[in-house]
């Protein structure tokens, strides 16, 4: 189940990063290019794997910010296969972050995104994927 405002349940997060001060920009919120760089680390985990090669990421074709991230948010970045072709991927990334506000952990879906990665040779050229 997803929500908006917690956790997806029964997931385990691909990666969790806290938000640093040296990751905030002029305004105070978390750099857009951050959140970006997380996004597309915890999408080329599936990819590889599921790849079971080296893999490149080909194309961002949706990236939604919905509500900034702060200094001092746990960031839980969620990512899932949800199409393969010949030698691509498309992983789908759901980002919350957490944070304490009134002695509460609060937690909202911050950023969402669709990356294409693509399956490499050893020459790093497109390499078909296994349909197993």
Do not use: H
């Not at 978390?30 to 599921?50: C, H, K, N, T, Y």
């Not at 009134?102 to 490499?120: F, H, L, M, P, Q």
């Amino acid at each position: 189940m997803m929500t908006e405002t917690g956790l997806p349940e029964g997931r385990i997060p691909i990666i969790r990063t806290p938000a640093r001060p040296m990751d905030a920009n002029k305004g105070g919120s978390i750099f857009g290019g951050w959140i970006m760089s997380q996004v597309d680390i915890a999408g080329s985990i599936p990819a590889e794997l599921r790849a079971q090669s080296r893999i490149v990421t080909r194309a961002v074709t949706s990236f939604e910010f919905k509500q900034a991230v702060f200094v001092g948010d746990l960031i839980n970045c969620y990512a899932e296969v949800v199409k393969v072709g010949r030698t691509s991927l498309e992983v789908f990334v759901e980002v919350y972050a957490q944070r304490i506000c009134d002695g509460k952990i609060e937690c909202t879906k911050v950023t969402e995104a669709n990356v294409v990665y693509v399956a490499i040779d050893e020459n790093r050229r497109p390499r078909a994927i296994s349909t197993g």
